[in-house]
């Protein structure tokens, strides 16, 4: 992890975080942000069958499995929208389990999240659905929402595209705004669930350089599931840094050096891999070979 703290620290990178967040973000480096114990869910039949990891602040996991394996149930489980059958899931110290609904809302605030498809509300301007989260909430007025939709919209490259409809943007623009839209409330912690389906590999890059730069920049924890190695390779070997106003990318050609990424691998709603990027390319395990093959 010394890289990118190191990197972090020297950096006068340009924050999302309020100086608050980014302090609470930076606090009990050892504590995670994410927590499943044994955590077992069935819907007519096991889904999650007793599945335990931990987020480490500042980290990404990286969440690699078939389909039907459980990836966006443990995202939904998070959420709230799902509740384990059994076991104990903690989110930035809350023990989410047996949470209301109300209580459960608080717990949403800290979580960004971006979908595979974007899903952005076709009848707002892109402005209004990068807001939408603020409008709703009611607590910042008209201009102070404006002021954070375009920071947020300017970190996404998207500046100029403040009035524009979703229609008028290209597949990977409208992924950009959705990535917009879940850092509004400026989270600690990202979920994204196959955000670079569909994307051809170049705009594929650009929504992960996002993803390194809320990691790198803001020391943002965050969940990464997704199917495409080559993106999960690429979140693990980019580092970002701002200077003087510029957004620097480094890549680390050996992964077998880098730290703050950890891949897991569901089967069948169990963990069958844990471990890093050096560990998952080199392991022996005839499944995962041909997982990775
Ligand atoms: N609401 C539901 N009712 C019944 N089964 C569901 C429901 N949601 C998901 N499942 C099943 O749970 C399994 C895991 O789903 P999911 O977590 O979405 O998989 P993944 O994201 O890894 O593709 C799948 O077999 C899916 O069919
Ligand atoms: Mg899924």
Same mark, same amino acid.
């Given at each position: 992890m010394a890289k990118r703290r190191d990197e972090g620290e020297d950096g006068e990178g340009e924050s999302v975080l309020d100086e608050g967040q980014a302090e609470a973000a930076a606090r009990d480096v050892d504590e995670p942000v994410i927590s499943f114990r044994d955590v077992h869910v069935a819907y007519d039949r096991p889904i999650l069958k007793g599945v335990s990891f931990t987020l480490s602040p500042g980290t990404t996991k990286i969440v690699l499995g078939g389909s039907g394996s459980g990836k966006t149930t443990i995202l939904r489980i998070m959420l709230g929208l799902l509740k384990a059958d059994a076991g104990s899931v903690v989110v930035d110290g809350t023990e989410v389990t047996a949470l209301s609904e109300e209580e459960m809302r608080d717990v949403r605030l800290k979580i960004g999240m971006v979908f595979q498809?974007?899903?952005? !509300? +076709?009848?707002?301007t892109v402005g209004e659905n990068v807001g939408y989260r603020l409008i709703e909430e009611g607590k910042l007025d008209e201009a102070e929402i404006e002021a954070r939709v375009r920071e947020m919209l300017g970190f996404v490259g998207?500046?100029?595209? !403040? +009035?524009?409809?979703?229609?008028?943007?290209?597949g990977g623009q409208k992924r950009r705004v959705a990535f917009a839209r879940a850092l509004v409330a400026r989270p600690q912690i990202m979920f994204y669930d196959?955000?670079?389906?569909?994307?051809?590999p170049i705009t594929a890059t650009t929504i992960t350089d996002l993803i390194c730069k809320v990691r790198d920049l803001d020391g943002v924890s965050s969940i990464l599931v997704t199917h495409q190695l080559r993106d999960a390779y690429n979140v693990a070997r980019t580092f970002m840094i701002k200077k003087d106003d510029e957004y620097v990318t480094s890549v680390v050609e050996d992964v077998s050096t880098v730290e703050g990424t950890e891949f897991m691998m569901l089967r069948e709603g169990t963990v069958v891999f844990e471990g890093s990027p050096h560990e998952l390319q080199t392991s022996a395990d005839p499944y995962i070979r041909e997982f990775l093959s």
């Open positions: 498809e974007g899903a952005l !509300f +076709d009848s707002l998207l500046a100029t595209h !403040f +009035d524009k409809m979703p229609s008028d943007l290209s196959e955000p670079t389906t569909g994307l051809d």
